[in-house]
């Protein structure tokens, strides 16, 4: 069952979610509203090889922005790290974003229990986009869980922004 924005509220206030920096006036009516942070990454190989780190660049955007360009995969962040041990968590855009054509979130939205840190964006864009650190870009859901909660201990433990694929990293798939 997906928790109402009231409920968000009352479980960040109990310390059963935990969203920092928290700001009351993001809470929307079944989610919180987050900020993209400052850390730009995108990735410069030709071809990504599944099995080898990929070469990112990272940026830090300025007052000015960044503009996104259409064609390019770039990774963002949340300024906020969030989560909780208590609920799993869903990752979304917010409408005012994408109807600018920005995706935020494609393919792995889903927050296990016990994941808590700044949340990695996987972002794309129609046209060219500027996009600013700080500006509120997509929101976050909160899900009651049945059965006994197994905290995520995986290995985006200790995130602190944007982080690249460490799909290489896996038990049995070495880089090679």
């Not at 259409?70 to 855009?93: I, K, Q, V």
Request: proline share 6%.
């Amino acid at each position: 069952m997906i928790l109402s924005g009231l409920e968000i509220l009352s479980e960040v206030r109990a310390g059963r979610i935990y969203i920092d920096d928290f700001d009351a006036e993001r809470i929307e009516p079944n989610s919180y509203g987050f900020r993209l942070a400052e850390d730009i990454l995108w990735y410069n190989d030709e071809v990504i090889d599944c099995f080898r780190p990929p070469a990112a660049e990272h940026v830090k955007m300025g007052p000015d922005g960044l503009v996104l360009e259409p064609g390019r995969f770039y990774l963002g962040g949340t300024m906020e790290a969030m989560g909780s041990p208590h609920y799993a968590a869903t990752l979304y855009a917010c409408r005012s974003s994408s109807t600018l054509g920005i995706w935020i979130q494609f393919s792995a939205p889903l927050g296990h229990s016990g994941a808590i840190f700044p949340w990695t964006l996987e972002m794309t864009v129609a046209q060219p986009v500027r996009v600013y650190p700080g500006m509120v870009i997509g929101k976050l859901a909160f899900w009651s869980m049945q059965g006994e909660s197994i905290t995520y201990d995986g290995k985006y433990t200790g995130s602190e922004s944007a982080v690249a694929s460490r799909l290489s990293l896996e038990e049995g798939r070495g880089v090679r």
